[in-house]
RNA sequence: GGGCUUGUGGUCUAGUUGGUUAUGACGUCGCCCUUACACGGCGGAGGUCACCGGUUCGAAUCCGGUCAGGCCCA
């Protein structure tokens, strides 16, 4: 044990976390393959190398964290791998903004350099956060998507999908962001509120109201309710598009509104969802009016070359000149826009790749998944029964994992590349045989890349060593942590690909955690002004502090609103518990401690049994994935019970030199070893310096979960009445205007059995104390009934009421010793024991006494002259 | 418009199968610098548990509705 002398008077987070930082081992989180214990793989989210791990990463991380260490603790192999998320738009775009250029300035392959030079910066900052936050990352498990060895397995599992049938390519209508000039799918698009004109016009006769007439190059057909008597005449007609003049027939459908509008409706090829609806339905033509990059095509005649808004605009102009153009109304709607640069998207037909959904396959593995919190399964259920089109996962961009494939120049055969020569980017080299088909040894490499979400979608595979065979060796993983706002994407594709390439659920339980709010209740965002970052809170409290914020912030999978309450209140805990270290060093350090001594005073025995339930509570909150209700338990132990109410009645014990002492110190060590150990896997650098003097050189992580019990049921009782006792006392003391620590004189406690606790109250008080088993000489008065309506309800049920009515009516002869019967409602009904019990105010020879009761104890005082 | 979720003292928050006085933190008020801690201790004030209705002897808790917030989506 050192000496308490080298400890310090504060807690200098500051110091102590840095300096544990620069002795800890990476090593230490490693996971051993070889290991004979039970696994723990964790499904680390990648994050998205920003450069900037935000909070809400930060709160998802505490979570792993925490039972990442308790699980090492309880004795399990465990893996908390790193992953970074590379490949992307953002990057690409950043990358544009920083050198001032576009993609298409230089080469693909300098493009890429760029991107990955930028994303390896990025790495380098958030490894950094990762570190000072503490967190337990097994680094030789780490994994960057952008790397050859990943997006390898990432090419390869394209080839296994493709092989089983679930990868196709089809030309079909995919979102489309002409901006970034890449199909994305549903999962990307998002939607905002945009006001736009509803335009009437003469179509052939017949009046059509659009929003988007720069679409009616594209038009392919007119569509009315088929019961929509205005429209009766023009079933099976043929009708001409105006400007343009080529013929549409007219179509029939339900979905059309006849109150929107004219009720008469253009399909286009493709305004919106609902036109590719009507355009598989009636099996239409297809006409492309806009091309990738937004401009108008070939068959918009001489708008050519416009954009969408600059054609509209001369679309309406021409309507105007020719006297189509009836009115205009104004009208609230939805746009469906990049998420990433909130362009409106086009749907367009493109050849692209296609991932099959089977909906009721991945329904099925999501149920066979823990969920926490269960609610959260509703949403998966919800997303997966609304999937209407495949997985598009081919985008027109450059920085993500190329598709292997190449196509024939000759007779358009496909070539795959073999598994040993992944990875390969196709547009570099060519196949290693000629064409299958033809013979040919001319190829186009595929120019199109993968959607992230193929390479982080496969990160459990990943972990547990998928090499394309059968189920790996560590597969499933034990847990997945995330977000709830990444269920439709990553935790859907994560089952989608696992099934399809397993036949199994990719873990065994997933953890969502919820989103961090600023402290204005809203969501963090630039504009509000309202983001907190992680480095803050590290400079100002430090790591073990922003930790105990993510674990007592709100109930696990909650959103939590930033507070910087809670991080000061954290902080005071480590100070509060600083001090309980100190003083448990300077008793212990006085004389050696004795592992064998005797145990015999109720504060001890009340300390341990306390400590017991404690322990038993936070583990089991841990296995259920509670940690507000874990470190909420172990911080009321540390304060309420050691620090507060143990050390303060044993204090008095410790500053003496006799055998008593022996036990306390016993006690003492006990509490303050096992609390070390509870707080590990929440505040790391503390748990580790508070532990380091109480065993130097032995780390805490490396030290078991605790395995203390203590079995003994009179002790909590009669302790718990102690702490009662000593309470009351100081109210009494505090009412009668007295100082805590001024003398009272003389304390008589009259408890049910005889209580061993080596002067201790007496102490505390600052009271000539004595216990007594015999009934105290007290004359008493009843003044009132203490009901317990816990045992007269179900008795009495309906008749409660009149029961509480009648004792309530009873003389106080009969309170004090009631009677086995009373009259209810004109029944004689029996009176239940315990169901009520009478307020006394006692009196001993006149009132030169003061009289408390505790539960059936009671207390006299006498005060001192 | 749909799905999910929340509404508890001034602020944030706990409350598992309905059961005596509704948890804790911050703030606030009073007393106390007692050899670990004033970044502390002790005590107090402050809540018709969003609103309305229902089930029940009994509802913060269960059911229905209303209002308000949040998230995700159409």
């Given amino acids: 044990m050192a000496s308490s002398q080298d400890l310090p008077k504060n807690y200098d987070f500051a110091e102590v976390e840095e300096r544990w930082r620069s002795i800890w081992r990476d090593e230490d989180h490693y996971f051993d393959k070889k290991s004979k214990k039970p696994q723990f793989v964790i499904d680390t989210p990648p994050p998205y190398p920003t450069g900037n791990f935000h909070i809400g990463n930060a709160l998802n991380w505490c979570y792993i964290d925490f039972f990442a260490r308790y699980k090492r603790m309880k004795g399990f192999n465990v893996m908390f791998?790193?992953?970074?998320?590379?490949?992307?738009?953002?990057?690409?775009?950043?990358?544009?903004?920083?050198?001032?250029?576009?993609?298409?300035?230089?080469?693909?392959?300098?493009?890429?350099?760029?991107?990955?030079?930028?994303?390896?910066?990025?790495?380098?900052l958030m490894r950094i956060t990762l570190r000072k936050m503490a967190f337990s990352t097994d680094w030789s498990n780490e994994y960057v998507t952008m790397q050859p060895k990943y997006y390898g397995k990432t090419q390869l599992s394209f080839l296994r999908m493709l092989a089983s049938g679930y990868i196709y390519q089809s030309e079909h209508p995919v979102n489309y962001c002409t901006r970034c000039e890449t199909a994305i799918a549903f999962a990307e698009v998002s939607y905002e509120d945009r006001e736009t004109h509803l335009n009437f016009f003469d179509f052939d006769g017949v009046e059509i109201a659009t929003t988007r007439p720069e679409l009616l190059a594209a038009c392919v057909a007119i569509a009315v309710h088929p019961d929509d008597e205005r429209y009766r005449a023009l079933k099976g007609?043929?009708?001409?598009?105006?400007?343009?003049?080529?013929?549409?027939?007219?179509?029939?459908?339900?979905?059309?509104?006849?109150?929107?509008?004219?009720?008469?409706?253009?399909?286009?090829?493709?305004?919106?969802?609902?036109?590719?609806?009507?355009?598989?339905q009636h099996n239409l033509s297809l006409r492309k009016a806009i091309d990738r990059q937004g401009r108008m095509t070939e068959i918009a005649g001489k708008y050519k070359g416009l954009n969408t808004t600059e054609c509209r605009a001369a679309i309406l102009a021409e309507m105007k000149a020719q006297d189509i153009l009836k009115r205009q109304e104004k009208l609230a709607q939805r746009v469906g826009t990049c998420?990433?640069?909130?362009?409106?998207?086009?749907?367009?037909?493109?050849?692209?790749?296609?991932?099959?959904?089977?909906?009721?396959?991945?329904?099925?593995?999501?149920?066979?998944?823990?969920?926490?919190?269960?609610?959260?399964?509703?949403?998966?259920?919800?997303?997966v029964e609304q999937m209407e089109w495949d997985w598009c996962i081919s985008r027109q961009r450059i920085f993500a994992t190329p598709i292997p494939v190449w196509f024939c120049k000759k007779c358009g055969e496909i070539a795959l590349p073999e598994d040993k020569d992944l990875p390969v980017d196709p547009t570099q080299v060519n196949p290693k045989h000629p064409c299958k088909k033809c013979g040919s040894t001319e190829f186009d490499g595929e120019v199109d890349v993968l959607d992230t979400w193929m390479d982080s979608s496969i990160s459990v595979l990943n972990v547990t060593g998928w090499d394309g065979s059968g189920t790996p060796p560590f597969f499933p993983a034990q847990i997945r942590p995330q977000g709830h706002d990444i269920i439709r994407t990553w935790a859907f594709y994560t089952i989608l690909r696992s099934v399809a390439l397993t036949g199994q659920k990719p873990w065994n339980e997933i953890l969502v955690n919820g989103m961090v709010l600023g402290e204005d209740g809203f969501k963090m965002s630039k504009s509000r002004g309202n983001i907190i970052v992680p480095e803050e809170i590290l400079v100002k409290y430090g790591a073990d502090a922003l930790r105990q914020w993510g674990a007592m912030g709100a109930a696990t999978g909650s959103d939590i609103m930033f507070n910087w309450n809670d991080v000061v209140a954290a902080s005071r805990f480590q100070t509060k518990m600083w001090n309980i270290t100190k003083f448990a060093?300077?008793?212990?350090e006085k004389e050696g401690?004795?592992?064998?001594?005797?145990?015999?005073?109720?504060?001890?025995?009340?300390?341990?049994?306390?400590?017991?339930?404690?322990?038993?509570?936070?583990?089991?909150?841990?296995?259920?994935?509670?940690?507000?209700?874990?470190?909420?338990?172990?911080?009321?132990?540390?304060?309420?019970?050691?620090?507060?109410?143990?050390?303060?009645?044993?204090?008095?014990?410790?500053?003496?030199?006799?055998?008593?002492?022996?036990?306390?110190?016993?006690?003492?060590?006990?509490?303050?070893?096992?609390?070390?150990?509870?707080?590990?896997?929440?505040?790391?650098?503390?748990?580790?310096?508070?532990?380091?003097h109480l065993s130097p050189g032995s780390s805490v992580h490396k030290q078991p979960w605790v395995a203390f019990t203590y079995d003994d049921d009179a002790a909590r009782i009669e302790g718990n009445l102690l702490v009662q006792v000593v309470a009351e006392v100081r109210k009494y003391?505090?009412?009668?205007g007295l100082a805590l620590n001024a003398p009272l004189g003389k304390v008589t406690i009259y408890a049910p059995h005889t209580v061993n606790d080596e002067g201790d109250t007496g102490r505390t008080l600052n009271a000539d104390v004595h216990w007594r088993t015999d009934a105290a000489k007290l004359d008493r008065v009843i003044t009132g009934i203490d009901f317990n309506r816990s045992v007269i309800g179900p008795t009495f049920r309906k008749q409660a009421q009149a029961f509480m009515a009648a004792i309530t009516a009873l003389s106080p002869e009969q309170m004090a010793n009631p009677p086995k019967t009373i009259m209810l409602e004109g029944t004689e009904t029996a009176v239940p024991e315990n169901a009520f019990t009478p307020k006394y105010s006692y009196?001993?020879?006149?009132?030169?006494?003061?009289?408390?009761?505790?539960?059936?104890?009671?207390?006299?005082?006498?005060?001192?002259?």
């Fill in 81 to 124: 791998p790193q992953g970074w998320d590379c490949h992307g738009l953002p990057t690409e775009v950043k990358v544009e903004e920083i050198n001032h250029i576009t993609k298409n300035d230089v080469s693909r392959e300098e493009f890429r350099r760029l991107c990955r030079e930028l994303t390896e910066k990025n790495i380098g």
């Fill in 237 to 280: 007609r043929t009708m001409k598009v105006p400007l343009f003049c080529h013929d549409v027939p007219v179509v029939l459908d339900e979905a059309v509104d006849p109150a929107f509008g004219s009720g008469a409706v253009m399909i286009c090829t493709f305004g919106d969802k609902q036109d590719v609806h009507w355009w598989k």
């Fill in 339 to 383: 998420w990433r640069c909130k362009t409106p998207i086009e749907i367009l037909s493109e050849r692209q790749w296609f991932v099959k959904i089977k909906p009721a396959e991945i329904a099925d593995a999501a149920h066979k998944i823990a969920w926490y919190p269960e609610h959260m399964l509703l949403r998966m259920e919800n997303w």
């Fill in 585 to 588: 060093l300077i008793q212990l």
């Fill in 593 to 692: 401690l004795e592992t064998d001594a005797q145990i015999t005073a109720l504060a001890d025995r009340w300390l341990l049994v306390r400590l017991s339930d404690t322990v038993e509570l936070v583990s089991d909150a841990l296995e259920a994935y509670q940690f507000d209700v874990a470190l909420k338990a172990i911080r009321e132990f540390a304060w309420e019970v050691l620090a507060d109410n143990y050390i303060e009645l044993v204090k008095g014990r410790l500053y003496k030199s006799d055998e008593s002492r022996k036990g306390a110190c016993l006690a003492l060590h006990t509490a303050f070893d096992a609390l070390c150990r509870l707080l590990a896997p929440f505040t790391p650098y503390f748990a580790e310096e508070c532990y380091s």
């Fill in 733 to 736: 003391k505090h009412d009668t």
């Fill in 843 to 865: 009196m001993e020879e006149g009132a030169k006494v003061d009289v408390i009761t505790v539960g059936d104890v009671i207390l006299t005082i006498a005060k001192s002259a």
